[in-house]
């Protein structure tokens, strides 16, 4: 779920122009470090002394529980130290963990994280704790370095190194294929209910919290049934019968998620927030209800992504969609390259990982493109998932050269060709023709008023 500031980006920069800035109380000057101009030694420094209290640059956090944002960098990195100094001169840990390589590899991975929740900047979201953002922020770097180093790996290599992760990998999958009895019969239908339908709903219904837009969501959910059935000749899992399709899938259970993700963010709308601090909460059960709403959002944001209301919304719209679908897509093709079923635990981290990391990078985005005065550069969140995205698609088309030996149908071309048709004929006659209209008249008010001015001379 995603927690939030309100229009708060550390990405931006406010304007001094900002109104709200008028409202708002005068703040102290920023103390110059030093005394009269001359630096002070750290033993003669009076800690009471206005030099002394120079505030970081990013205080926008959830002052409500003040002791969860104290700094705490020299205490982390002692625990820090003191864990890694345990693990690795310990002789009973280092033996019971029998590939040392492994357990190096988890305590750097570690060490980074910790890192990144201390040291990155705040994104969007304040609840549970930026840390936690932050977190996430370093998961995806830590993803994104992994997807660059296996991009100049051949496949075979890249099978065998998945083996240091799980050692059953590295074999051969039988393809499965969803269209071997297509009548519509109650039988059918029961038996192609499985866990996937469950995953399917789960997995809209975290679109619908990343989007918050019925229209988004239903235009993505038709656009990925087209992709399976555009590419059903490569991957056999992606053909499916015609009421798996549309029935199951579109009609139950991505509407289903779709339905109850946008009916949490109606509730989280218009839910009234309450910014009480821990302190001021009486009663044990007051403060267990102020302690669970630590999980809950800070404040929220509807989205309203006007696809249609100029160029550039149109243009980021369906940039996004084009996104989203890759990020969908490739997983199936991840797993079906590195032989991996679609149950297994690397694959729903994946899945999961995305998930988390869409959340803020969309709420960067919506910001990023509504809000220009503020947000004067692209978010952290959204550059990174940009970035983590795109090199999957570079990792997939490398990998995929000889893989897949079957061309694709020609309907299938005809299809793409006459969808990127009306792509592009769409904002043509929608925002191009009512700006050609516009120059061409006042191209003839000008030639209107020179004619004037002559006849007048």
Known sequence: MAYEAKNVSPTSKAEESDPDALLSPPTDARPEPGLNGKPVRW????????????????????????FFYK????????????????????????????????VGAYAAVVSFLMFSMIQFRDGPFIRPHPAFWRAILGINLLYEL????????????????????????????PEKSYAENCELTPQNIW????????????????????????WFCWILSIAFEFAEYSLQHQLANFAECWWDHWILDVLVCNWLGTYLGMKTCQYLEVKPYEWRGLRQTRGLRSKARRVLSQFSPHDWTAFKWEGTASFLHYLIVVLLLAVFLAAELNPFYLKSLLWMEPDHPIVILRLAGVFLCALPAVRELYQYINNPRKAKRMGQHVWL???????????????????????????????????????VLYPAIRFGAPSVRKYVGKQKQKRKGKGKGKKAQ
């Open 71 to 102: 700094p705490i960098t020299l205490t982390a990195l002692g625990f820090g130290l003191a864990a890694l100094s345990y693990v690795a001169m310990t002789q009973d840990v280092l033996e019971e963990g029998r590939d040392k390589r492994r």
């Open 191 to 214: 038996d192609a209910i499985d866990i996937f339908c469950l995953a399917h709903a789960l997995g809209w219904f975290g679109k619908a919290m990343i989007l918050r837009d019925y």
């Open 43 to 66: 033993y003669d420094a009076d800690r009471t002394e206005s030099y002394t209290r120079i505030a970081p640059f990013q205080e926008g956090h959830d002052t409500s529980v003040e």
């Open 385 to 423: 998932l940009l970035a983590t995205i795109l090199t999957e698609l570079l990792v997939i088309t490398k990998w995929s050269k000889g893989q897949f030996t079957e061309p694709l149908p020609l309907y299938v071309r005809w299809a793409w060709m006459i969808g990127g048709i009306l792509l």
């Open 146 to 173: 992994a997807l660059v180093f296996l991009l100049f790996q051949d496949l075979n290599s890249a099978r065998r190194m998945m083996t240091l992760l799980d050692p059953s990998l590295n074999r051969p999958l």
